[in-house]
């Protein structure tokens, strides 16, 4: 009897030790199974993210390139193009006996005065000057009063924040005054809009900027209207400076955006 009752301990002993294995080995599996797992997410997050930053970089890269062909052509369409009707100006000698000396020195002046004009504008459109001496609300004024209409009506900017937004530091103000410009030349060019709204204020101690305007939307689900070059540029400008954003347009609806920039700044 006490035999049998001494095998059948044993026997328990030996089912619960292998089922304790069995458990531990089942447990270590499942674990293995979950980090694998886990690993492969992480990996594919981390390769997404990469992926993110190349196509990130190649818009910088691809917008500096257009911006090169841009001053490029400037340069030739508008400085070459006066420069050269200057020089044939001065080779027409016989054009002060005709005209008379007063009216080619004129016309010398008028090209002259183009000239520095057009070099003007490039220089401008390359650093606004208005930003380094005076700060982005004088620089945020020249851009709109270039752009608005000749009533003004266009675009209306209201900055409540405007003791913060003009001391910041200029790499984060240029990149502003950029995607501003980049927003309102994509409302003029695809928008067909006749009402553009800039709000600027503090919220929650971030500098926070709304952008509107009463044009003719998109669907935002289209992918060649959500990742354009316009927008691709925008989004790359607010991740250098830490900033966050969100859109929402629909066809026949307007387009608005929303900017938080991230840093404290008060």
Known sequence: MQQTIGDNIFLLIILCTGGISLLVVSFVILFINNQKKLLKNRQQIHEAEMSYQKELMRVVLQSQEEERKRIGQDLHDDVGGSLSNLRMLINREDLAEKQGVGAIMAAHKLLIDKIIQDVRNISHNLSPPALALFGFTVALEELLDSINDEDGSLINIINAAEAITDKLPYDMALAL???????????????????IE????????????QYRDEGIGYDPGDQKNRKGMGMQNIESRLNMIDATYTVKTAPGAGFSMFIVLNSLLV
Request: aromatic share 4%.
């Open 177 to 195: 005054i950029r995607v501003l410009q980049e927003l309102i030349s994509n409302t003029v060019k695809h928008g067909s809009a006749k009402r």
């Open 198 to 209: 800039i709000s600027i204020f503090m919220e929650n101690g971030l500098l926070a900027i």
